[in-house]
Structure formats: C-alpha cells, structure tokens
C-alpha cells in the first residue's frame, strides 16, 4: 500500500517539486481548478531514433479528467524535428506540420503527491536537421473546449555520442570512515566527446570530502562535476571521487550512490528542471579543479562499450558495519482552551539520533505516528499525511479527513538526527472531560512496508496529548501549548540524491502542505 517507488521516480525526473509548489500555495481558486503542466526540456541526436518523453500534470487534489487532449506545437523546428506517439496505440494526429495532436483516454488521473503522465511521445531529428537548430514546443492541455493549463519547453539537436562507464564498485566501511570511489569512462561512439558531466544521485549518508571548483554541490552533498576535457573516439579517461559516511549513518546497513555521465548538453537540460523545481540553488565548490586522466588500455577494456543509454550509468554499493542507531522519542502536547475554541497539537517525534533514518531508496516511512485525540475533542482540520485510524485498516485515500478519534499519520522517507518531525491537528473543544488525555505512540506495528522496529529507548515511544479544558462561550483559539518552529529543515531537501533530488523539493513542499513542522 505504501509502495510507490516508480511514481517516485516519475516524479523525480519529472520534477514534480515544482508544480507541488505552486499547487502548495494557498489561493482562492478551487483546487480541482489549478491545474500545471509540465514536460522536460529535451536534446536529441541527428541520425538517431530520438528519446521517449511525456508531458506530466500536476493538481492540488486527487483528480480526473474526461475528455482530454494535448497539443503540441513545435513549428518553430517544423520539418526539424518530428514528435509522434511512442505507442501506435494512442490515438496521436498531425493536423499539420510542426503541430501534433493527442486525444488522452479517458479518465486522466492525477495524482496529488505524484502527478499525473500523459501520452509518452517520441522525438527525434530528421534528415534536414543539423547540430545546434533549437526552438519551442509549445504544449496546451484542454479538457473539451477549455485550456485547463499551457506549458512551453524546449527542444534542440546535437550531435549524437555515446559514453560508457564502469565498472560498478562495492565497499566495505563504516560511519565516518573515508574511501575512495575510482571511474573509468570510455567514447563507445565514432565522434569525439567535447566534455562530459557527472550527475550523481547519492544517499544522504555519502558525503564529498572535496569542494572542486568544477564541482556544484548543496550543504553536504555533492550534485554534479562539470569536466571540459576532450575525449577522442575510443579512448578512456578516469576519475577518483572521495567520499566520507557520515557518522549518522545507520549501521549495520547499507547505502549506495548512482551517477550518470553526460554531455554538458544533456546537463543543460536536467539541471534546468532541477532549477525549476525550486531545489535549493547548487554552489561550486572554492577548492582545486578536479581533472580527467587518461586511463589504461587495461582498465579501458574492462568496460562495457555497448551503444545503450544503460551504459551511462555506474553505482557503488557501500555495505555499513557497525553499530550506530537511532532513539525515536514520541512527543505530545499540552492543551489549554474553552470549550467552543479551537486548539493546534503539534505531536510527532524527535530523532534523538545518533543516526539518521533515510528510507527514501526503498520509498517507506521511517515509523508510523498514531495520535488518539482527547475525549471531548473532534478534529476539524488534519494533515493529508494523517488519515483516520481504526485497528490496522488505515486507508490512505481518507488522508486529512476531519472527524475520527484516532489518526495514522506517515512522516516520510527521512529523519535526521537531531530534528523533530511534528504534525500539526486543529481541535475543536467540544466538552468538558476531566481528566480527558489522548496519546501519541510511534513505531506503531503495520502490517506493510516500512517501519522502524529498532528504536534504542522503546520506553519514549509514547507520549500524552493533555487537555485542560474551561467553560465559556467559545468561538475563538485557545493555547496549543505547541514547541516553537525555528524553521523547516534544510536536510530533507540537501541530503537526497540529485537525480531524486527534485522528488526531495516535492517531499519537503508536500510536507508543508501537508502541516509536517521539521525543529532542530
């Protein structure tokens, strides 16, 4: 039920951080109303068979829509470059040249957290194209006759390469231990490769030691390294990385980390949806520039060469030794008002450390929260991460239904230590019950994915809502007794890998929205 690991990854690349963002901000609209589109910006090679891309929608609620079409117009590359539907099944037209048409089968889901993906299109270069030729795709999505949202990205064609790497290494280390991450990438084409960049999706736990010149990185994790060194067809170049586990990582464990080389091209294109996602804004680092080097003939023929998009990639595996855990410690809330006035309780957890939880690999939450609400209390607004909870049969669609005595609510992939994760339930005084308490208990059992069954003080896990209810004519806001917000953490978004990156910002936003409070 909590399994959600392909969306997720839609939703990185597509950076849905982004439209989550806009969809975040408080308005006046109807949410079913406010509506964004999105598709990627896009490079493709001359002679080759193109790249499959799809158009995504973003809402700020659960939504379906009937009657959709798309249309694409980039006649700015007319006779260029040629968009079709990447199945023969979807019903796709060209009314004219430069302009493609999709009618969407019917309903269009979309999803709040993830989004919703259009027909995948495949674009690619015609024969009358040539290297550097660049223009709009122009995109509109309508639902019978009405524009419920518009979108323009950007095309342009390149000269086509092909650039392997490997191999895949594996380590053995512990928290706070150094090591050293050596690659080799060979030019498997037939043209030289004019530049190549590293753009890695590292777990939080993988630190850079170094902060190169050429290098973009964020708090404490490296994004990308910039690389302007020529590399002849066939010839091989290497690189070290060096990395640092952080001393809060989890142990016994495992983390790894996955880098894609690309052309700076290529770079242009991802880097610009991470720019427009909202993710916090990557520095280079003030050290030396890291450099190529040429590698041997030996080292460049154990990699493979093979002219697939898969050989792009490369990942290191780091199997965590040791003993390092993580204290989760319940929090409640102290509650004071008339009855009639409405209360805040900002309960959850703080992660006492000494290691920081981060599911985000596996997509499952790093505990489950239950809040049972003090008698004489209804909830009249809740966080859509916190459905209503009756024995184990929570249903995740119920999320942020107002009226149950019981709530489940899911924290997320990550906790870092140090920082306490706190939800925040508007309560409604209804009667005076003396003595009335309700309780907030964490690591609570499910029968599903995710969880943490290892807490080092299993004693703190549960902790007290307390209501000290008072007469009187209600009507306005009582004392949360809440802890003060000192600011959202910067963690949650610095410390996930930069190709999940954008699903950070979408994680961080949604956390937001839906009321999640991070206090260091």
Known sequence: ??????????????????????????????????????????????????????????????????????????????????????????????????????REYSPVYVDETYGGQLTELNIAATDEAKAGDAGD???????????????????????????????????????????????????????????VVAYFDNDYAIRPVDRFSNCFYTVDSIIACEFDEEIPAGAARSVTFDYQLGKDTYAPGSQSGHTRFMTPADFEDLFEQRARSGAK??????????????????????????????????????????????????????????????????????????????????????????????????????????????????????????????????????????VHLLNELRLRIEEIVPGASGTVKINAPCECQGGFSDDLKPANDTAKILLNATGGQGGGDGDGGSLPITGESTALIGGIGALLLAAGVGGYVLARRRKTRFVA
């Open 281 to 418: 804004a990557a520095k280079h680092g003030t050290g030396p520039k890291l450099s190529l080097t040429e590698a041997s003939a030996k080292v460049a023929r154990s990699v493979q060469t093979d002219i697939d998009s898969s050989n792009n990639s490369w990942n290191i595996s780091i199997n965590v030794g040791g003993k390092n855990g993580a204290d989760l410690e319940a929090i409640g809330a102290e509650l004071t008002g008339e009855v009639g006035t409405e209360v805040t309780a900002q309960v959850g957890f703080r992660n006492n450390g000494p290691a920081t939880l981060d599911h985000h690999r596996g997509d499952s939450q790093v505990t489950f929260v239950d809040v049972t609400l003090p008698a004489g209390t209804r909830a009249v607004q809740v966080p859509v991460n916190c459905a209503p909870f009756k024995g184990d049969g929570t249903k995740l669609t119920d999320g942020g239904k107002p009226g149950a005595p019981a709530y489940r609510c899911f924290p997320g992939v990550f906790s870092k230590a140090g």
């Open 137 to 195: 795709l122009k995109i509109s999505f309508r639902v019978g006759n009405l524009e419920k949202a518009s979108y323009t990205s950007h095309l342009r064609v390149g000269e086509g390469v092909d650039i392997a790497v490997g191999p895949d290494a594996e380590f053995d280390v512990q928290p706070g231990d150094s090591f050293k991450a050596p690659v080799t990438m060979v030019n498997a084409g037939k043209s030289t490769v004019d530049g």
């Open 1 to 102: 039920m909590l399994k959600s690991s392909t969306r997720r990854w839609l939703a990185g690349l597509g950076v849905a951080g982004a439209f989550v963002a806009a969809a975040a901000t408080p308005a006046a609209a109807d949410p079913v109303d406010e509506v964004t589109l999105y598709f990627p910006d896009t490079t493709v090679a001359l002679g080759d068979q193109g790249k499959d891309a799809s158009a995504k929608l973003f809402t700020r609620v659960n939504t379906q829509f009937h009657d959709a079409t798309v249309r694409y117009d980039y006649r700015s590359l007319a006779g260029k470059v040629k968009l079709k539907a990447q199945s023969e099944a979807d019903d796709c037209e060209a009314p004219e040249e430069g302009v493609l048409l999709c």
